[in-house]
């Protein structure tokens, strides 16, 4: 059961947690699961390398700067300082941050957390329709964004009373840095309850409106006595790197909660493209990565023209990773690549297995404290081998704020992520599918209907349905359109790159569709429904 305390004088999120009856069982019989009734995650992620004299180990690097943990403490109090005492921000409020990987980003969330206010870290690539409901859904008063992504913030904000952005990255005497000259680097953390939300993760759902995920600062900690002390195993030499952004609960984890709590350090490229990363790995000596299937793909095509052996450590996550991938990355580098499932629901992996006990093709096994099946329809477990439905359950768990399809993730107390597994008897899980319409492509969930809306919107455009294609050369899968167009003699490679062009400038350009194809006619039922399992085998 929740505690009856909290540090929130603004209770929204509170308010809006599902009732209990609809929570996942949560499971703490590990004691390393045991968290005070009171705690702020950022207390231990970062204030207590500094109480232990390691202010001036290295700490969040980019191609142009480095920081220490002293850095970073400093900065995330001035930064808290100007929440509380410029903007208002009280404990509870929901603090929007916009940008790319950088450090600054990197200080803003941590500021947040010493604030006891709650993270709303959203992925550069969002666009305006996005970014408003993201606003409207979490009630978002209060923004810090980088100064080159103020345009499209700036528009979905415009109706929303009250609210507040200082932009970071700018000599404006009216930007985040002006304001932080004039603080103290001292500022005592907000003495959060383990159970007050820290931050609200976004993620689509196949009815293309997004749903918000509500994490507590024990969550947050969880996540990190979990997959990386099991699993990763890194130490405080290590260097972290990769592709995910902070948004993004993958790259939240991977490249800041993990290497800080295990006082390490993390390299944040503001780019990641499979060079930038290659680069990155060279100059800086890496030793630990995280990013998508196709990203090591990529880079295994390029390896010869790098020096990578600083490697050590490698994890992929976002979607499933096909053998091929697997194997061509191990043969020219002698690294098993870790694979791992997660979510935004979970915060972050529960099932994968230490490069040692990898099998090639398996996700893995569970990570030690949760607990994973294979259920048919009824919620009844399958034989070994049997193909059903996941479900799982451990120290974190799906609470979406204010959304009634929480029975739908959560069931009988399991979270029940959306995939077709089978399980070995040795317990390693086998990826078949996903059990709903939702596409994975270059590492991010993507709503077809999400995708279909902004095609819609286009004039031209009369009916159209999204799903997911092969994409054979990669392995993966990529966003694919069938368009019915009002008129039919519009088709061709211009009326292509039109659409695409469009899409970009409503969603995010990773949700655009790679393939179109023009029809006539959409395959429907008697009721008018889309057989969209038909476009899929086409």
């Not at 931050?199 to 006595?225: E, P, Q």
């Not at 919107?457 to 009002?486: M, Q, W, Y």
Request: glycine share 10%.
């Amino acid at each position: 059961m929740i505690g009856t305390f909290t540090a929130h004088v603004d209770t929204f999120t509170r308010d809006r947690l599902p009732p209990q009856g609809q929570w996942p069982d949560l499971i703490f019989t590990r004691p390393e699961f045991q968290y005070p009734a009171r705690i702020n995650c950022a207390s231990r992620l970062l204030d207590r390398h500094i109480s232990a004299n390691n202010g001036g180990r290295r700490c969040l690097l980019s191609p142009f700067e480095a920081w220490t943990y002293g850095d970073l403490f400093e900065k995330a109090n001035q930064i808290a300082r100007v929440l509380v005492e410029d903007l208002g921000v009280v404990p509870g409020n929901r603090v929007l941050l916009r940008g790319p990987n950088t450090p600054m980003l990197a200080a803003c969330w941590f500021a947040v957390m010493k604030a006891g206010a709650v993270a709303v870290t959203t992925m550069p690539l969002y666009r305006v329709s996005e970014l408003r409901y993201m606003i409207e859904k979490a009630q978002i008063t209060h923004a810090l964004c980088d100064r080159r992504f103020v345009e499209d913030l700036e528009a979905a904000a415009a109706e929303a009373r009250g609210f507040s952005m200082l932009t970071f990255g700018t000599p404006s005497e009216d930007g985040l840095e002006a304001h932080m000259m004039r603080k103290s680097g001292n500022f005592e953390n907000v003495e959060t309850a383990a159970e007050d939300v820290a931050l609200i993760g976004f993620t689509s759902g196949t009815t293309g409106k997004a749903k918000a995920t509500m994490h507590f600062h024990r969550d947050v900690l969880a996540i990190c006595d979990a997959f990386p002390k099991s699993v990763l195993n890194a130490s405080a030499d290590d260097l972290f790197c990769g592709s995910p952004p902070l948004g993004f609960t993958f790259g939240l984890g991977g490249l800041l909660l993990f290497p800080l709590d295990a006082g390490a350090a993390t390299l944040l490229l503001e780019k990641a493209a499979p060079e930038l990363l290659l680069e990155g790995i060279e100059k800086q000596r890496a030793s630990v990565i995280f990013t998508a299937p196709i990203a090591y793909r990529a880079m295994t095509a390029l390896l010869g023209g790098y020096d990578v052996s600083s490697l050590r450590k490698c994890v992929s996550a976002g979607e499933t990773l096909p053998l091929p991938i697997w194997q061509d990355w191990f043969d020219k580098t002698g690294l098993r690549i870790i694979d791992g499932i997660g979510g935004t629901e979970m915060l972050h992996i529960f099932i994968a297995s230490p490069e040692g006990r990898v099998r090639p093709g398996s996700t893995g096994q569970v990570v030690p404290g949760y607990e994973a099946r294979i259920v048919d329809e009824n919620g009844e477990d399958v034989p070994a081998g049997t193909i059903g439905r996941l479900a799982v359950r451990g120290p974190t768990g799906c609470r979406y704020l204010d959304d009634h399809r929480q029975t739908q993730y959560v069931r009988q107390g399991w979270n029940f992520p959306g995939d077709t597994y089978r399980a070995d008897e040795d317990g390693y899980f086998w990826y078949v599918a996903r059990s709903d319409d939702m596409i994975i492509a270059s590492g991010y969930n993507i709503s077809g209907p999400e995708v279909e809306e902004a095609l819609l919107a286009h004039g031209d455009v009369k009916e159209c349905a999204v799903v997911a294609a092969p994409d054979r050369e990669r392995h993966t899968s990529i966003v694919k359109a069938f368009i019915v167009l009002n008129e039919p003699g519009g088709a061709g490679d211009l009326e292509i790159a039109t659409l695409q062009e469009f899409v970009k400038g409503r969603i995010a350009p990773y949700k655009c569709p790679r393939e179109i194809e023009f029809v006539d006619v959409l395959p429907r039922t008697e009721t008018g429904k889309l057989q969209r399992y038909l476009l899929r085998e086409s």
